[in-house]
């Protein structure tokens, strides 16, 4: 194991760590944890990422380190449950350049942030933006598709003087739905559900919807063709591949018809696709002209993640400092289920509070693990070594990060989501570890502010929790088959574990984060 560990020496800067040791703090470890997850959230804050993204100068602007000239000639366009408030800092930042927008947001989406007190996310009287909302209960709409027609009108008007600054988020393809006519959307609808109830990929599915859809798959910048196009992404997708964040409309894509039609062959759907769909995929796609370089990639287009997980994992990672932990970032693309997900968390709880040397065995069933939940073995191992190294050399505290979006084999019909069950079974692995502020403390939260059909984000656990839940008569295990982990967390300490940030208008997917006390000097 040890030779195993050394190996990770050879590249220190994947670790977000210091050798100084952190500053102690006399806060609670559920407030220091409540207080990482915070700045997370804070860190990818949609006026935030497009701020941190574009400086203004006199005559131009840089974007991502790419200065342009503004000549009055800028346009914009959006997309996401995020652009909104995208679009408003956008605004106030190039102020009269921007000529025209159209943003397509989620239906209600104003009078909530105006419900909330957001009001630095909303437009002024006076903008030049226009705003369509759609896609009610996220999905496809007419209202969602006449915003997808403005913006292509708009992106086909543009000449080689413009800019069209494309501003993506999170449920951006739900509200960008473009079927490539005679399709009409209810038919595009019900060949992907047909699909999705197949069993399908989601793969499959985005081949096929960027085959059906006139803006996907780099439709939208094919469209505004010969301007130059600048495409901010807010990503929610593990890895943040540009094809597939809102089935990247700012991103080439082939278009193969043999390959969509064999998707539909391999779950005997051929014989159910409308005549409509048949016909497009018949034609030669004219999607493409010479506007591209050999790297495959449009040349008129730059495309740029400005807010991710690793970015909200790294803000974390600098406010857990402050309050007296040594951050370690795991991984940005935790997935699997829940069950193999809390099973790493546990065993990298004991791992790190071991009062010896941990057992081999721990470091091997970590590695094996590993691929199945997203964590690449060099991850663990660099990991592990950190946490060995805070045991023997005395760090104090530690705070291990890490996100993604693992996911829950529906057993039952009770209420919550992925985070709040990933605490209540992680809290079943900390069991025997202690309690705060001596045990570790784990919460798990989406950035998005809801964790399922419930206004928790997710839950707050420690080492306590099977005695605490045994001493309140709560059967742990009939709430995990019914799926009924808000409940649960709600009728234990009156509902004190729940993460509840409110609207927080920002999704890039989880956060969670492990605290792990420092070992007693009596012990090293």
Same mark, same amino acid.
């Given at each position: ?80 449950? &995020? ?61 969602? $598709? ?84 600048? &495409? ?122 071991? $009062? ?45 990060? &890490? ?122």
């Amino acid at each position: 194991m040890a030779r195993v560990l050394s190996l990770v020496r050879l590249q220190p800067f994947l670790t977000l760590v210091g050798r100084r040791k952190p500053m102690p703090c006399t806060m609670s470890m559920d407030s220091r944890a409540r207080g990482v997850f915070a700045a997370a959230v804070e860190a990818v804050q949609p006026d935030t990422v497009v701020r941190q993204s574009i400086e203004r100068k006199e005559d131009s602007v840089v974007i991502c380190g790419r200065k342009f000239t503004l000549q009055h000639n800028l346009h914009l366009v959006g997309f996401g449950k &995020a652009v909104l408030g995208m679009a408003a800092e956008a605004e106030r930042i190039l102020g009269d350049h921007l000529v025209k927008g159209i943003i397509s947001v989620p239906h209600g989406i104003q009078q909530t942030l105006q419900q909330h007190g957001k009001n630095h996310l909303l437009l002024k009287e006076n903008s030049h933006i226009k705003v369509m909302e759609g896609a009610k209960h996220n999905l496809p709409d007419t209202d969602a $598709q006449k915003a997808a027609e403005g913006i292509k009108q708009l992106a086909s008007e543009l000449t080689e003087k413009d800019l069209l600054l494309v501003l993506i988020s999170g449920g951006g393809s739900a509200l960008l739905p473009a079927p490539i006519p005679p399709i009409s959307l209810q038919e595009k609808l019900d060949v992907t559900r047909k699909l999705a109830a197949a069993g399908s990929t989601i793969q499959e599915l985005n081949t096929v919807r960027r085959a059906l859809s006139f803006l996907k798959g780099g439709g939208l910048a094919h469209c505004a063709h010969p301007a130059q196009v600048i &495409a901010l992404i807010l990503s929610d997708v593990i890895g943040d591949p540009l094809d597939l964040i809102a089935s990247g409309p700012t991103v080439r894509s082939e278009v193969w018809p043999e390959e969509v039609l064999s998707v539909f062959e391999r779950y005997k759907l051929l014989n159910f696709l409308p005549a409509s769909v048949k016909e497009v995929l018949g034609r030669p796609s004219p999607r493409w002209r010479e506007n591209t370089d050999e790297s495959n990639t449009l040349g008129h287009v730059l495309n740029a993640v400005i807010g991710s997980n690793s970015v909200a994992l790294q803000c974390a990672g600098r406010r857990a400092r402050e309050l007296g932990f040594r951050p370690v970032v795991l991984a940005p693309g935790v997935c699997g289920d829940v069950r193999a997900v809390s099973r790493l968390y546990g065993l990298l709880a004991h791992f790190a509070c071991s $009062q010896k040397e941990p057992p081999p065995e721990i470091a091997a069933e970590l590695l094996r693990l590993g691929p199945e939940v997203g964590v690449e073995s060099w991850d663990l191992c660099r990991t592990m070594q950190v946490l060995d190294e805070g045991r023997t050399e005395g760090w104090g505290a530690t705070c291990l990060l &890490a996100g993604g979006e693992p996911t829950v084999e529906l057993t039952g019909k009770g209420r919550g989501g992925r985070n709040q069950e990933l605490a209540l079974r992680v809290g079943l692995e900390l069991r025997g570890l202690g309690l705060p502020p001596n045990g570790p403390v784990f919460l798990s939260g989406g950035t998005d502010g809801q964790d399922g059909p419930t206004e928790a984000a997710g839950a707050i656990t420690d080492g306590g929790l099977y005695e605490e839940a045994q001493t309140q008569g709560l059967d742990i295990d009939n709430f995990l088959t019914n799926n009924d982990s808000y409940t649960f967390f709600t009728r234990l300490s009156a509902g004190q574990r729940l993460l509840v940030p409110g609207l927080t208008c920002t999704n890039v997917m989880d956060v969670h984060l492990l605290l792990i006390p420092p070992i007693p000097v009596n012990i090293r």
